[in-house]
């Protein structure tokens, strides 16, 4: 997997409209965030946020299960996933989008 369609990638899923026709569910924004980490930061650094934090700790758990994950492993998962989300989305936009990924 390259750095370019990784960067790529995550240009796109940042830049998804909230009531745009591509709509990844909370599990696969969830999936998104952890490969994120662990390909940009690698093993969680930070300390698990407090009880109330109930969405930071659901982040937070999910870097965490991704711990000893590679930064090259972690890329070509997060690539993979939106590729699955776009053609599940099967729209115009979603196309275009998968033939800048495979361009890059």
Same mark, same amino acid.
């Given at each position: ?49 407090? *009880? !109330?934090?109930?969405?930071? @700790? #659901?982040?937070? $758990?999910a870097w965490k299960k991704l711990k000893g994950t590679t930064k090259e492993e972690a890329q ?5 996933? *939106? !590729?699955?989300?776009?053609? @599940? #989305?099967?729209? $115009?936009?979603?196309k275009k989008f998968i033939d800048e990924i495979n361009a890059a």
């Open positions: 997997m390259s750095q370019s369609k990784f960067d790529k990638a995550v240009s796109i899923v940042q830049n998804l409209p909230k009531d745009g026709p591509i709509k990844p569910t909370q599990d696969e924004q969830l999936y998104f965030y952890s490969y994120y980490k662990q390909a940009t930061i690698e093993d969680v650094n930070t300390d698990r946020p407090g *009880l !109330l934090d109930f969405t930071g @700790k #659901a982040k937070w $758990d070509t998962k997060y690539v993979e996933k *939106l !590729l699955e989300v776009l053609t @599940k #989305a099967d729209t $115009d936009e979603a």
